[in-house]
């Protein structure tokens, strides 16, 4: 199975200053089709995951431009150019490149 | 709107069974994949398993493998969790979420508000 690692495990950040989300994963998510198979979703208190990013850097309908994903193989990034308090949750990354899908065990982020 | 809404869930008896429902509304229902998707109380994410649009492909995850099984019956939009010989270690919330594919490889894009499956003695 792909193991996919989140770091830090938690952020605090200040209303309007950036955040930069790390995920690795233990193999290529690069397949022979030329796509990236990484995801990032956004669990808020008390909700159900959504989707933010998918195949590494195109932003899901709806989510503000102020998120964007970056990365390539194993090392991928998501950033928030300036956070803001509805941003609060627990962001996790996916690989979707072979199954079992994973999950990274989440980034939780705060506002101070 | 589009919209997945799950049922079944409950505090049941170690070794008992379960059938969990996700009923789909808003869109094509038979053309996508569904996935189960587990959440232990707080804790992360962890994939059970997916179903094609058509019911005839199914994968689990190896925890669940040989104790769950997948279905959906197209023709009321619904999907169905089995669960059998269940352990505390099943207790969790079950989302259901629609790939954006036909399959499974393209990321959830609609997911069900969850239902809490407690299993206890």
């Known amino acids: 199975d792909i193991v996919m690692t989140q770091t830090p495990l938690s952020l605090s950040v200040t209303p309007g200053q950036p955040a930069s989300l790390s995920c690795k994963s233990s193999?290529?998510?690069?397949?022979?089709?030329?796509?990236?198979?990484l995801y990032w979703y956004l669990q808020k208190p008390g909700l159900s995951p959504q989707l933010l990013i998918y195949?590494?850097?195109n932003r899901f309908s709806g989510v503000p431009d102020r998120f964007s994903g970056s990365g390539s193989g194993t090392d991928f990034t998501l950033k928030i150019s300036r956070v803001e308090a509805e941003d609060v949750g627990v962001y996790y990354c996916m690989q979707s490149i072979q199954l079992p899908l994973t999950f990274g065990g989440g980034t939780k982020v705060e506002i101070k | 709107q589009v919209q997945l809404v799950e049922s079944g869930g409950g505090v049941v008896q170690p070794g008992t069974s379960l059938r969990l429902s996700c009923a789909a509304s808003?869109?094509?229902?038979?053309?996508?994949?569904i996935h189960w998707v587990r959440q232990a109380p707080g804790k992360g994410l962890e994939w059970v398993a997916i179903i094609w649009y058509d019911g005839n492909n199914k994968y689990y995850a190896d925890s669940v493998k040989g104790r769950f099984t997948i279905s959906r019956d197209n023709s009321k939009n619904t999907l169905y969790l089995q669960i059998n010989s269940l352990r505390a270690e099943d207790t969790a919330v079950y989302y259901c979420a629609r790939d954006r594919s036909s399959a499974w490889r393209y990321g959830m894009d609609v997911w069900g508000q969850g239902t809490t499956v407690i299993v206890s003695s």
């Open positions: 193999q290529s998510l690069l397949h022979s089709d030329g796509k990236t198979y």
């Open positions: 808003g869109f094509s229902f038979s053309s996508y994949g």
């Open positions: 195949d590494v850097s």
